[in-house]
């Protein structure tokens, strides 16, 4: 069994920041964590920040400059440091995990982020 719990969210001011954390948790020996997602209403998900394994990084056009993903592999966590949050940038976000061995995707519950203007 694999959980994903992300925590972090909440409401803030335009320009302000958040640091969202992502812990991995259960069997995680096969576990990655590949990136955070958004979602806002009436929208599709969408990657916000990626990680591979090797920790290079990736980034949404949108966010590039402002946003910062980064793991702690010691506590199983993946963190995404956001900061200059935009109104645009409210959404529930997810974080994402692939099994390399079965190719299962996983994910969070999400943690929701509001930017107030």
């Known amino acids: 069994q694999v959980q994903l719990v992300e925590s972090g969210g909440g409401l803030v001011q335009a320009g302000g920041s958040l640091r969202l954390s992502c812990v991995v948790s259960g069997s995680t020996r096969s576990i990655n964590v590949v990136g955070w997602y958004r979602q806002a209403p009436g929208k599709q998900r969408e990657l916000v920040a990626g990680i591979s394994s090797g920790r290079s990084t990736n980034y949404a056009d949108s966010v590039k400059g402002r946003f910062a993903i980064s793991r702690d592999n010691a506590k199983n966590t993946v963190y995404l440091q956001m900061n200059s949050l935009k109104p645009e940038d409210t959404a529930v976000y997810y974080c994402?995990?692939?099994?390399?061995?079965?190719?299962?995707?996983?994910w969070g519950q999400g943690t929701q982020v509001t930017v107030s203007s």
């Open positions: 994402k995990a692939v099994s390399y061995v079965s190719n299962i995707i996983y």
